[in-house]
């Protein structure tokens, strides 16, 4: 009951900083994930000065690269849509966000196993029920059973995929985010009554609703 209510007064705070629902379920998620100490991580999508680099969800003391495809400051030009050369690899990948704008990516996942150490591990997510977002580009969404396949026929081991999200009325709020977020109370009072209205709705169907209407999937796997 103690994590349940340390968990929803973080997403409460979040909400009224205007932090869409699956990011604060994603950044959740990674405060959990154990690092070693000293590992080398490197992070797509993201750079050393961005408040959202989701690299800082994560404790413990390792050194960290970002990566683009675009060559910018404090970061390795990396293009997961094409053969890169590859100069140093890493014992952690965090790439969240990202895949929905790769055309190609099964051709992502070689390029990323070739930055990784042995037993080296990829931490990532993607949208799922979420809008539009071009970035430049906005390619795929991807379902449980098409990461399971990828990452298998890549020779990934200890695959875990999991889905975030409550169920189909706190979707309904996720999409209405980009307005609710400029009332902020109200929308804390509309998530609680759609997480309550959702786990009322659980009670009925034998499948975790979230699994049928998922914001997001998280995915953790090991070279």
Not at 9 to 27: A, G, H, P
Not at 165 to 172: A, D, E
Request: charged share 25%.
């Amino acid at each position: 009951m103690k994590n349940i209510m340390i968990f929803y007064k973080y997403m409460m705070l979040e909400t009224l900083k205007k932090v869409s629902l699956s990011r604060i379920l994603q950044n959740y998620y990674l405060k959990k994930f154990d690092i070693i100490e000293n590992e080398n991580v490197i992070e797509f999508g993201s750079s050393k000065n961005s408040s959202k680099s989701f690299h800082k969800n994560i404790s413990g003391n390792f050194s960290i690269d970002f990566a683009d495809k675009i060559l910018g400051e404090n970061k390795i030009k990396f293009d997961l849509e094409k053969e890169n050369e590859v100069n140093k690899k890493y014992t952690l990948v965090i790439i969240f966000n990202v895949l929905e704008h790769v055309y190609n990516v099964d051709n992502a996942i070689k390029e990323l196993k070739k930055i990784l150490k042995p037993s080296g591990k990829i931490i990532g997510a993607t949208p799922f029920l979420y809008r539009v977002h071009y970035a430049p580009e906005d390619y795929n969404r991807y379902t449980k059973q098409f990461f399971l396949k990828l990452f298998k026929e890549n020779n990934m081991k200890n695959v875990k995929i999991e889905e975030l999200g409550f169920g189909p009325l706190t979707l309904c709020y996720s999409i209405l985010f980009d307005y609710l977020k400029y009332i902020p109370l109200l929308s804390n009072v509309i998530l609680t009554i759609c997480i309550l209205l959702d786990k009322f709705l659980n009670i009925f169907i034998k499948t975790p609703l979230k699994t049928i209407y998922p914001l997001s999937y998280i995915f953790y796997c090991e070279n």
